[in-house]
């Protein structure tokens, strides 16, 4: 593999540190998600690798999904592919949130037309003796690490790289259910029935997560999102109770570890959809930058998290469905609410695989005109 060329020995998750990167030419994410001034708004989108481009579809269509991830030469092509159709101002590493429960011992498949699904879920709590209780990341997860690797150097400087994971509670319901589920009762149930084995799995998924994204930075990430995608399904009090204490605490324990290891301190990103109740907090959980869903006014947003963070989104997916113009009429829209600075665009939700991929072109590009237009003229 010649990776190997790349890195050298070092402390730490990674199992060693990347050397020789190119010079980053475009570095308006970060220094946006950092709460410094950029020229234009920067912008990227979740899911911007994914079925809606026919070239993703064709890479894809011989591999399982999961050996799809387990190949770091595929996911640099995935993750690149985007980047050779549009302006975008940052690439997101191709692989999926549920490696990390493998990771642990459990089973996923990916089964068509029905998502990722684990034959065994935890039912019980005497399921967690099954887990590892131990996560060597390098050995379970080297290969996400390989392809962040491949990938910063194929990128030759172009975009910064974007690693991330689930966040604890979202990993805990997929473990538990079995795959998607529209009321994650059964996870929830476990909440309410047991506590304490519950805190007990969500220590242990946050421990594991926060080794797996200081890997991802010593391999050469340079920025990091966090995933909470079924916050929705938490009330306040339960996302207090079950939630945020392991996002603050992986966020904390990243920064502690990446300095301890003489790593970059990149920017961190948390998304927790549907969590408006929880924005003030997320705000004062140690992220630079805060996603938003859709279903949020941007002045309501800024309002909630203050003037110390950036915030990213938020755009409804289903809005690229509309004609261009009406698209750049939204992103007009959407800029003047959030304004030109300590902001990064993007939808409030991934990319669906029915969209048209110019329409994804005529965001990214309206996303550019308007915030120069703005920036220019302000």
């Known amino acids: 593999m010649i990776l190997g060329s790349w890195l050298r020995p070092g402390p730490g998750a990674g199992g060693g540190r990347p050397k020789g990167f190119p010079k980053l030419k475009n570095d308006t994410f970060l220094r946006a998600a950092r709460g410094e001034e950029t020229e234009h708004t920067p912008v990227w989108c979740m899911r911007q690798a994914g079925r809606y481009l026919p070239e993703f579809r064709e890479t894809r269509a011989a591999q399982d999904f999961f050996a799809t991830c387990r190949s770091p030469k595929l996911c640099c092509e995935l993750t690149l592919q985007p980047l050779r159709r549009f302006p975008l101002d940052a690439a997101i590493i191709f692989s999926d949130i549920l490696v990390v429960p493998q990771a642990l011992g459990m089973e996923v498949v990916m089964v068509p037309g029905k998502g990722p699904t684990f034959p065994e879920p ?43 994971s689930g966040a604890p509670w979202t990993l805990m319901s997929y473990m538990i259910e079995g795959g998607g589920s529209t009321t994650m009762s059964k996870a929830k149930s476990w909440l309410y029935r047991h506590p304490e084995a519950s805190h ?8 594991v997560v926060t080794d797996y994204l200081v890997g991802q930075v010593a391999a050469g990430a340079q920025a990091l999102q966090l995933f909470e995608s079924h916050a929705g399904h938490l009330g306040p009090e339960q996302f207090q109770e079950f939630a945020l204490p392991y996002i603050r605490d992986i966020a904390r324990g990243v920064k502690s570890k990446l300095k301890a290891e003489a790593l970059p301190l990149v920017p961190m990103i948390i998304f927790a959809k549907d969590a408006h109740y929880a924005l003030g907090d997320l705000a004062q959980a140690g992220y630079e930058v805060v996603g938003l869903d859709w279903t949020i006014r941007p002045q309501e947003a800024r309002a909630q998290t203050g003037k110390d963070v950036t915030l990213q989104g938020n755009l409804d997916p289903c809005a690229l469905y509309a004609p261009k113009e009406k698209i750049g009429e939204l992103v007009k829209k959407m800029l003047e609410g959030f304004g030109t600075q300590r902001y990064i665009a993007n939808l409030g939700h991934g990319l669906y695989p029915d969209m048209n991929p110019e329409h994804v072109g005529a965001f990214v590009e309206a996303v550019h005109a308007h915030s120069h237009h703005i920036n220019k003229h302000s």
């Open 200 to 207: 007990q799995l969500l220590r242990l998924l946050a421990d």
């Open 122 to 164: 935890l039912k019980e709590v005497e399921d967690l003796l099954k887990l590892r209780k131990k996560v060597d990341v390098t050995a379970e997860l080297g290969y996400v690490f390989q392809a962040i690797t491949l990938t910063r150097h194929s990128l030759e400087g172009k975009v910064p790289l974007i690693g991330f």
